[in-house]
T-cell receptor
Framework: DAGVIQSPRHEVTEMGQEVTLRCKPISGHNSLFWYRQTMMRGLELLIYFNNNVPIDDSGMPEDRFSAKMPNASFSTLKIQPSEPRDSAVYFC???????????????FGPGTRLTVL | AQSVTQLGSHVSVSEGALVLLRCNYSSSVPPYLFWYVQYPNQGLQLLLKYTTGATLVKGINGFEAEFKKSETSFHLTKPSAHMSDAAEYFCAVTPQGGSEKLVFGKGTKLTVNP
């Protein structure tokens, strides 16, 4: 298995631009998570999906952030407009959940390093 | 509500010395517990996990951890550090029986000196 795939690996953009991060989970997994990692705040859960449905988006910082999962093999995290404080590493992870409950390992992608100038 | 505390954001050991990374949790029910490792510029990968059964859990790369309910702890150990162990380590918890999300600690960065 190729594991969780994220693209791009690095993104540099200017303040105010739209940024779209992409994730392909492991085939057969039914839950997908978006995390943000910064030095100051550590690893934060932004949103997660179960069977393509958003279950909890309470970690999404503000309305500038949105996430979609149109099918079981693809998800996007969009920031519009982007701001310098959004600079971070964004991770996608997936797992096979029993119902809505997480009992097993989450597999992480390599991350997207976002820099907003 | 669950929470995870990792004592020490930075730990430094000599090559060949014992590695001890501390994790304490708070949970209203017995939890599932995980240790993840993050090497520089990579995503997190599972080191080991405790769900049920034997409280001493062995993971990859010679690491192990022991679930101590009375101490609400899940400390990570390795008898002899190797240079390749230098990484950041995260403890995570979810209530036994599952939860809709993991709660991660702040992480401990391990440095191994030659």
């Amino acid at each position: 298995d190729a594991g969780v795939i994220q693209s791009p690996r690095h993104e540099v953009t200017e303040m105010g631009q739209e940024v779209t991060l992409r994730c392909k989970p492991i085939s057969g997994h039914n839950s997908l998570f978006w995390y943000r990692q910064t030095m100051m705040r550590g690893l934060e859960l932004l949103i997660y999906f179960n069977n393509n449905v958003p279950i909890d988006d309470s970690g999404m910082p503000e309305d500038r952030f949105s996430a979609k999962m149109p099918n079981a093999s693809f998800s996007t995290l969009k920031i519009q407009p982007s701001e310098p404080r959004d600079s971070a590493v964004y991770f996608c992870a997936s797992t096979l959940a029993s119902g809505r409950y997480i009992t097993d390992t989450q597999y992480f992608g390599p991350g997207t390093r976002l820099t907003v100038l | 509500a669950q929470s995870v505390t990792q004592l020490g954001s930075h730990v430094s050991v000599s090559e060949g010395a014992l590695v001890l990374l501390r994790c304490n949790y708070s949970s209203s029910v017995p939890p599932y517990l995980f240790w993840y490792v993050q090497y520089p510029n990579q995503g997190l990968q599972l080191l080991l996990k405790y769900t049920t059964g034997a409280t001493l859990v062995k993971g990859i790369n010679g690491f192990e951890a022991e679930f101590k309910k009375s101490e609400t702890s899940f400390h990570l150990t390795k008898p002899s550090a190797h240079m390749s162990d230098a990484a950041e380590y995260f403890c995570a918890v979810t209530p036994q029986g599952g939860s809709e999300k993991l709660v991660f600690g702040k992480g401990t960065k391990l440095t191994v000196n030659p």
